[in-house]
């Protein structure tokens, strides 16, 4: 099961006076489960920090965007099958423009010193790096946010939102499916798709 997005706890001070009974830490629980897979699927994001192996076709440019953000770390990198080392770097962290080598911020890769991303019609950059933030609370604060209300407006919308079913199983848990996301919500996700990173 992926790590929680969200603090149950944040949830259930929100919901309090209006969630009761025994099954609450069950519903908050799930309600935490539900926007972290939303917010996954959404956007095509981990958000907490991962390894990946990856393959993109060059685009002729210097720059590439890659599918996890923020990048930490790219342990290797070859575009057409020529391994690329890194741009070295001043004191302050800043890349040394003028030499070869590799750089990358937040969802970027940069190649420097006249080297592209060779265009290709088929994968020819290759890739193995570190992203995403570290815990929960290094999320950015709209996109927790966002969550944290979305799994409220989800409790309070339950009675008119395309709710499936309505039934508590014998271990006393609620069963549901929600088919829409909030139009605020909605909003807040879009600027961490995949797809508005590569556009």
Known sequence: MASLLVNPNDIRSLLAGTISGDTVDTQ?????????????????????????????????????????QPITAVTYLSVNNCSIAACPQDANGAYLVNSCGYGFSGSELFLYGGQTFCRSDRPNVFVNYTAGYAT???????????????AVWIYSELKRLGKLTDRFTEAGTEQYKIVDISPKCRQTLDHYTTWSLNT
């Open 136 to 150: 929960v609370d290094n999320l950015p604060r709209d996109l927790y946010v966002a969550l944290v209300s979305e």
């Open 28 to 68: 908050v629980n799930l309600l935490a489960g539900y926007v972290s897979d939303l917010a996954r699927t959404y956007c095509g994001q981990q958000f907490l920090q991962g390894t990946y192996q990856e393959q993109y076709r060059g685009n002729g440019g210097v720059a590439l965007v890659i599918n996890q």
